[in-house]
Antibody, heavy 122, light 112 residues
Framework: QVTLKESGPGILQPSQTLSLTCSFSGFSLSTSGICVSWIRQPSGKGLEWLATICWEDSKGYNPSLKNRLTISKDTSNNQAFLKITSVDTADTAIYYC??????????????WGPGTMVTVSS | DVVLTQTPVSLSVTLGDQASISCRSSQSLEYSDGYTYLEWYLQKPGQSPQLLIYEVSNRFSGVPDRFIGSGSGTDFTLKISRVEPEDLGVYYCFQATHDPWTFGGGTKLELK
């Protein structure tokens, strides 16, 4: 049974660094064809892909966040992480992690966590 | 960046009706490997998104056959025949052919 769960600080101040953790079970990030992505959603708005890390440690980032993102993983402990530096109020959102699997050349987000709300406020 | 334009933004239906959502891309979504990385997700109220369709027209495990994805190149459509109460929510198309990956703006399916 695949599950993912995000955790984060809840609230932080502008200019701080946001650190998010995705803890998962039912799969390994060392398995070929498995990746974990971070996606966010401001309240009442649409979805924005942020970053992806894969089994062989390849990484992809959304350049719209101007090099503020760092994604990493701890395979032994079944976790993936996302750091966002210099946050401001525009980073207030629900942050989701999702498994992206590659099966016979087909790729998709097949499992999502429930999301964690992050509020940036002074 | 690839822009995915979904229409309509909002769709009011009667249960049992057919619904159709368009997703138009600013660039062709066919990748050099011949695959088209266009997916559809449904976000029900208060929930995380869930996968419906991958690679344009393949239904994910457990997705009812009333959901039909079609299209190619830059024009894609999700059709829902015989809308049921559990189909209500916001539908997003998503592309992973070009970096950065992008979502459409969403289409809210609601009852008339």
């Amino acid at each position: 049974q695949v599950t993912l769960k995000e955790s984060g600080p809840g609230i932080l101040q502008p200019s701080q660094t946001l650190s998010l953790t995705c803890s998962f079970s039912g799969f390994s990030l060392s398995t070929s064809g498995i990746c974990v992505s971070w996606i966010r959603q401001p309240s009442g708005k649409g979805l924005e892909w942020l970053a992806t890390i894969c089994w062989e440690d390849s990484k992809g980032y959304n350049p719209s966040l101007k090099n503020r993102l760092t994604i990493s993983k701890d395979t032994s402990n079944n976790q993936a992480f996302l750091k966002i530096t210099s946050v401001d109020t525009a980073d207030t959102a629900i942050y989701y992690c999702a498994r992206r699997g590659g099966y016979n050349y087909y790729w998709y987000f097949d499992f999502w966590g429930p999301g964690t709300m992050v509020t940036v406020s002074s | 960046d690839v822009v995915l334009t979904q229409t309509p933004v909002s769709l009011s239906v009667t249960l049992g009706d057919q619904a159709s959502i368009s997703c138009r891309s600013s660039q062709s979504l066919e990748y050099s490997d011949g695959y088209t990385y266009l997916e559809w997700y449904l976000q029900k109220p208060g929930q995380s998104p869930q996968l419906l369709i991958y690679e344009v027209s393949n239904r994910f495990s457990g997705v009812p056959d009333r959901f039909i994805g079609s299209g190619s190149g830059t024009d894609f459509t999700l059709k829902i025949s015989r809308v049921e109460p559990e189909d209500l929510g916001v539908y997003y198309c998503f592309q992973a052919t070009h970096d950065p990956w992008t979502f459409g703006g969403g289409t809210k399916l609601e009852l008339k």
